[in-house]
Nanobody
Framework: QVHVVESGGGLVQPGGSLILSCAAT????????FGWFRQTPGKDREYVAA????????YYADSVKGRFTISRDKAKSTVYLQMNNLKPTDTAVYYC??????????????????WGQGTQVTVSS
């Protein structure tokens, strides 16, 4: 069993930056991958980025490449999402998910076993 808690959301102006955190507790994460997704009302959860806990290898959706950076700190059992040059279209609730996933399954929310409660990100002037 794994428990994850997101934090760091808020209101930011277009072009600004935010760092989201996903703190994980529970069983060993050695074989896990962590993903960030976002969701707006009436839409499915959208894949943003993912990272392997063991090797730290990052994966990104095309929509955020070059603007967002995913990382993890093993000592703090935390995954981060650094978001730069934010746009109004980035406004959403951001969720952290995890599980024992293969790379090809990372973009699909249904494959993740554990989710946090989400954190709201609003990009507006």
């Amino acid at each position: 069993q794994v428990h994850v808690v997101e934090s760091g959301g808020g209101l930011v102006q277009p072009g600004g930056s935010l760092i989201l955190s996903c703190a994980a507790t529970g069983e060993s994460f050695g074989s896990f991958r962590f993903g960030w997704f976002r969701q707006t009302p009436g839409k499915d959860r959208e894949y943003v980025a993912a990272i392997g806990w063991s090797d730290g290898r990052p994966y990104y959706a095309d929509s955020v490449k070059g603007r967002f950076t995913i990382s993890r700190d093993k000592a703090k059992s935390t995954v981060y999402l650094q978001m730069n040059n934010l746009k109004p279209t980035d406004t959403a609730v951001y969720y952290c998910g995890t599980g024992r996933l293969i790379v090809s399954s990372l973009p699909f929310a249904r494959n993740y076993n554990y989710w946090g409660q989400g954190t709201q990100v609003t990009v507006s002037s």
